[in-house]
């Protein structure tokens, strides 16, 4: 899978938690599905940070400004 699978994986497995809560015995499944959602957030920003975009970079070692 890719970042951007791992995120809309992510995405749904969220609303299908969501339709879990509220309803009594569906806590423990929203959870789970909560937390298999939370996995899969997680590996999309590991392959986003991967790839080079993690954010600003310093500059080079005696770089002209």
């Known amino acids: 899978m890719t ?3 791992h ?3 992510a995405e749904q497995l969220v609303a299908e938690a969501h339709k879990h ?3 009594g015995d ?3 499944t929203a959870a789970l599905w909560a937390a298999v959602a939370q ?3 997680t590996l999309a920003l ?3 940070a991967t790839a080079g ?3 600003p970079q310093p500059p080079e ?3 002209r400004h």
């Open 53 to 55: 975009n993690s954010g």
């Open 3 to 5: 970042g951007s699978d």
């Open 39 to 41: 996995v899969h957030a």
């Open 21 to 23: 809560l509220g309803h």
């Open 61 to 63: 070692a005696g770089a």
């Open 26 to 28: 569906g806590q423990s």
């Open 46 to 48: 590991a392959a986003a």
């Open 7 to 9: 995120y809309r994986t």
